[in-house]
């Protein structure tokens, strides 16, 4: 749903924001009319028969127009965290889910939330995005239910006795005193006293049967932010830029989203995915960004390596399958990374015969600790002239990784494409492995694939078979 919107207010202080609203139609039933009348290619006559004042109610039914991501979902939940990208919409999302608690519905037996707190970087920040924004506040009510905006007390009043309070994470303190029925957070990522503003927040959440609140942000690695992703009574929507791309200007989406798309950056701002990157990891998102590369130049050798799971159950560790190069001036270069899940070891082998073929590979370089001598055979009776070299680890897998993860700081590898899932567990790759637990299967196929050509005996020069 756009960010812009409709219709836009007059003046915050009018006197319409005093008057009483009309009684609401039933929702459901105009919006399965509108919706008949679509199907009929009566829409524009049907809107055009509606009168004025029920055609400006229509413009402001938020349900009518909202992306699923957009409403809050249904259950018993205490935070709802709304995470998106720049431009999804997010805004927007929660000025229309303020309005909803501060005007309750009557008919449905909803009553309006009488204290909410508005929190968000920097006072200026809820006055400008929250309150006065495109999308908020002030834009998303009609006329006659509009609240009456008091700038010099930080505050908004609906004409049913509803109240808002604006707050600043620069100031926790703000917050002592002042109770709550509901919230709404914005940017809690930028916060800048993060988890002091949230923790006075919270103890000021103590009106109604159930304290509710709404979070809205562009997600970062923060504490705060993974705490409250991994928190009992959570709920969470995601949208990336591209869900609001109809609302967004054309140039935006060719220029920022074109250049950004796929990197670490364009991955947490664009599609609003948290990006985890550990201090003692490897390898940096900032290096892989750095290094990537469209196209590839004419290498001298090509290996696919495989690091088959120990099982084919389907929450058995993946089956890292990968392909890499070498140029004349012993540069290297990842060139696909086709590992699969769960997979019978027949379908893997298949999956890394297609591989060879589809590179032109030189050799398969497949570790040999999990499956022995059925790894070779496995992937003989795929194809018995696929050349085969069975390796065996004898080292940790932190100081097998360490000697690859000085090449990339040498600068001596590059990423001929985006590998998302790859460079996950890259960036993740710490000397006690990756969080969680999990086994770096796509990694550990790439320090055979690189190794193989770069640290060991096939790093001598060698003609390619043509």
Not at 234 to 251: D, E, K, Q
Not at 317 to 345: K, Q, T, W, Y
Request: with cysteine; net charge neutral; glycine share 10%.
């Amino acid at each position: 749903m756009p960010e812009t919107a409709a219709p836009g207010p007059p003046d915050a202080s009018s006197p319409s924001a005093a008057t009483v609203p009309p009684p609401r139609p039933c929702a459901a039933n105009l919006r399965a009319a509108l919706k008949r009348s679509a199907r009929t290619g009566r829409l524009t006559a049907a809107l055009d028969e509606l009168d004025p004042a029920l055609a400006e109610w229509l413009l402001t039914d938020w349900p009518t127009f909202a992306r699923p991501d957009q409403l809050p979902p249904e259950g018993d939940w205490t935070v709802w965290l709304v995470l998106g990208g720049r431009g999804a919409g997010k805004t927007r999302t929660g000025a229309e889910w303020v309005r909803a608690q501060a005007l309750g519905d009557p008919a449905g037996g909803i009553a309006a939330a009488g204290r909410i707190a508005l929190v968000g970087e920097t006072y200026s920040d809820v006055r400008d995005v929250m309150v006065e924004g495109v999308s908020g506040l002030l834009a998303v009510h009609a006329a006659a239910e509009r609240p009456l905006w008091q700038p010099s007390r930080r505050r908004l009043e609906w004409p049913n006795g509803a109240v808002a309070q604006v707050f600043s994470s620069e100031d926790p303190e703000g917050l002592r005193g002042p109770q709550f029925d509901v919230a709404w957070a914005d940017e809690l990522a930028k916060w800048r006293h993060a988890e002091a503003t949230w923790d006075m927040l919270q103890f000021g959440l103590r009106l109604g049967r159930r304290p509710r609140q709404a979070v809205t942000t562009t997600p970062r690695a923060v504490p705060l932010l993974r705490r409250l992703l991994a928190a009992e009574g959570t709920v969470i929507s995601r949208a990336p830029t591209l869900a609001n791309a109809r609302f967004l200007a054309p140039a935006f989406l060719t220029a920022v989203v074109g250049r950004y798309a796929g990197t670490r950056l364009g991955r947490q701002e664009l599609d609003g995915e948290l990006i985890e990157e550990r201090a003692d990891a490897l390898w940096s998102r900032a290096q892989l960004d750095a290094i990537r590369i469209e196209g590839r130049p004419e290498l001298r050798r090509i290996v696919v390596a495989v690091d088959p799971p120990a099982s084919s159950h389907r929450r058995s560790d993946a089956c890292g399958i990968i392909a890499a190069g070498i140029d004349a001036a012993g540069i290297g270069f990842v060139l696909a990374d086709a590992s699969l899940r769960a997979a019978r070891p027949e379908v893997w082998a298949r999956r890394v015969v297609e591989l060879f073929h589809a590179e032109e590979a030189d050799l398969v370089v497949a570790e040999v600790n999990q499956g022995g001598d059925m790894v070779a055979a496995v992937l003989r009776e795929v194809d018995g002239a696929v050349p085969v070299r069975a390796v065996r680890a004898s080292r940790g897998k932190w100081l097998r990784a360490e000697p690859v993860a000085a090449l990339y700081a040498q600068g001596r590898v590059r990423h001929a494409g985006l590998f998302r899932e790859l460079e996950d567990e890259m960036a993740d790759f710490g000397i006690d492995g990756l969080s969680g637990g999990r086994s770096p299967d796509r990694l550990d196929a790439l320090v055979w694939a690189l190794g193989t050509l770069m640290l060991g005996p096939e790093r001598q020069p060698r003609v390619r078979r043509t």
